[in-house]
C-alpha cells in the first residue's frame, strides 16, 4: 500500500505538475511553437523507448524474483542501455534536423541541447526500475516530482526573462539530468559498468520487448507525426493539447500498476488480482466520464482555441478505460513470461492502428486520430483477453 501511494502520488504530483508546465507553455508561446514541443518530445520518447530496449521490465521481474539474479543482471543493463541511448540520442537529432527543416532552422542547438539528455534518461529508467524491484519506490516518485518541478521553473524564469523558446528547449536538458543524479545518488555503491558472459538470454528476450516497445510507440504518436504531416504543425499543437490532458489522466492507474507488478512477477496469475482490475475500471471510467463533462474548461485551460480540440478529447477519454485494460494485461503478459505473445500483439494492433489512422486522418482530422486510438485499443484488448483466458502459467526462469 505505501509503494502504491508513494507512485500514486508521484504520479499525480507530475502529471499535475506537467500539465500546468504544457498550460504555460500554451500561453506563454504560440500554436507552432507547442507544435515544435510536441515534435521534439515525440522524438525523445522514442529515444527513451529504442535506448530501453525492453530492460525494465526484466530487471523488475528478475529481481523481484531473484534478488542474486537482479544484482547480475543490472551492470549489463546499465551498460547495453548506455551505449544505445548515446547512438540513438545522436540518430533522434539527425531525423529532426532532415525531418523538420524549419524546426533545425530555428532551433539547431537547442535541438542538440535538448538531445544530450538521452543518455541521462537511459540510466534514469534503469536506476527507478532496480528500485522499484526493490520496492524503494519513494526514490523514483521524488526523483519524478523533482524533475517536473525544475521544468517549470525552468519555464517560468525563462518566459520572465524574455529569453524565447528555443532557449526554454535547450535548458529543458537541465531536468532529466537532475532526475537522473536523485535516482542514481541512493544507489551509488550499487552501480557500475559491466559486460560478464553468457548475455544473450538477456539479449534475446530484451530484443523481443524492445521490438514491442518501439511498435508501441510509433502505435501511440504515429498519429501526431501523421497530423503534423498531413495537416499542420498547428494541428499538431492542438491535438497534442488534447491527449496531453487524457495522458495525464492516467495517473489514476499508472502509480498502482508499477507497484503491483514486483509481485504480480513473483505471482504472475491475474486471478488474484481479479477484484482490484474490476474496481479499477469503475474508478476509471467515472474519471474518463468527468473528463467529457467538463472537457471545453479543461481546454480552455490551454487558450480558447483549443476548443477545436474537443471532440477528439471526448473519443480519448472514452477510450480511458480501454487504456487501463490493455496495461493491466500487458503487465500480466510480461510476468508470465509470454513476451513473444505480446510482439505478435503489438505488430497486430500497431498495424491496425496505422490502416486506421491513414483513413481517418485526412477525413476527420483530429478527431480522426483519436477514433484510430480507441478503435485500436478495442482490438488490443480483445487479443490480449483471448491470450490470457484460462491461463495459469507460472513465472519462467530469468535472465542471467
Not at 531536468?175 to 559498468?193: M, Q, S, T
Not at 477519454?317 to 480501454?322: E, T
Not at 485499443?377 to 490480449?384: A, P, Q, R, T
Request: with cysteine; charged share 15%; net charge positive.
Amino acid at each position: 500500500m505505501q509503494n502504491t501511494l508513494w507512485m500514486t502520488a508521484a504520479s499525480l504530483g507530475g502529471r499535475v505538475i506537467s500539465y500546468g508546465t504544457f498550460v504555460l507553455l500554451a500561453r506563454f508561446f504560440r500554436a507552432a511553437d507547442v507544435g515544435v514541443w510536441a515534435v521534439l518530445l515525440t522524438a525523445s520518447l522514442f529515444s527513451e523507448v529504442l535506448s530501453n530496449l525492453g530492460l525494465d521490465k526484466i530487471l523488475i521481474r528478475d529481481a523481484a524474483r531473484d534478488p542474486a539474479l537482479g544484482e547480475a543482471l543490472l551492470p549489463k543493463v546499465l551498460a547495453i542501455k548506455l551505449g544505445a541511448s548515446v547512438a540513438v540520442g545522436a540518430a533522434a537529432c539527425l531525423c529532426v534536423h532532415f525531418g523538420y527543416p524549419e524546426i533545425a532552422e530555428n532551433h539547431s542547438p537547442a535541438m542538440i541541447l535538448f538531445f544530450v539528455s538521452v543518455p541521462a534518461i537511459a540510466v534514469t529508467r534503469t536506476m527507478e526500475a532496480w528500485h522499484t524491484a526493490w520496492e524503494r519506490m519513494h526514490i523514483p516518485a521524488l526523483a519524478q516530482i523533482l524533475e517536473r518541478v525544475i521544468l517549470i521553473c525552468l519555464l517560468l524564469a525563462i518566459w520572465a526573462a524574455r529569453a524565447g523558446f528555443g532557449t526554454f528547449i535547450a535548458a529543458s536538458a537541465i531536468a532529466p539530468i537532475v532526475r537522473c543524479l536523485a535516482a542514481l545518488w541512493p544507489a551509488r555503491a550499487e552501480f557500475r559498468l559491466a559486460m560478464p558472459r553468457n548475455s544473450w538470454p538477456l539479449f534475446s528476450e530484451s530484443l523481443i520487448l524492445f521490438s514491442m516497445e518501439i511498435i508501441t510507440g510509433v502505435y501511440q504518436r504515429f498519429d501526431l507525426i501523421l497530423i503534423s504531416k498531413l495537416i499542420s504543425l498547428d494541428a499538431a499543437g492542438l491535438y497534442n493539447a488534447a491527449y496531453r490532458v487524457f495522458e495525464s489522466s492516467t495517473v489514476i492507474f499508472a502509480g498502482y500498476l508499477l507497484a503491483i507488478f514486483p509481485a504480480l512477477a513473483r505471482k504472475a496469475r491475474l486471478a488474484e488480482f481479479k477484484n482490484t482490475f474490476i474496481l479499477g475500471m469503475a474508478v476509471v471510467g467515472a474519471a474518463g466520464a468527468l473528463g467529457i463533462l467538463f472537457r471545453n474548461p479543461v481546454l480552455e485551460l490551454f487558450g480558447s482555441r483549443y476548443l477545436e480540440a474537443a471532440p477528439a478529447f471526448v473519443v480519448l477519454m472514452i477510450a480511458l478505460p480501454m487504456t487501463y485494460a490493455t496495461s493491466f494485461m500487458v503487465n500480466s503478459l510480461i510476468a508470465m513470461g509470454k513476451t513473444r505473445d505480446i510482439l505478435c500483439i503489438a505488430l497486430l494492433v500497431a498495424s491496425t492502428n496505422g490502416l486506421f489512422n491513414l483513413l481517418l486522418i485526412p477525413r476527420y482530422s483530429l478527431t480522426g486520430a483519436a477514433l484510430a486510438f480507441a478503435l485500436s485499443e478495442l482490438v488490443s484488448i480483445g487479443i490480449i483477453a483471448y491470450i490470457l483466458r484460462g491461463s495459469r502459467s507460472r513465472p519462467k526462469a530469468g535472465c542471467a
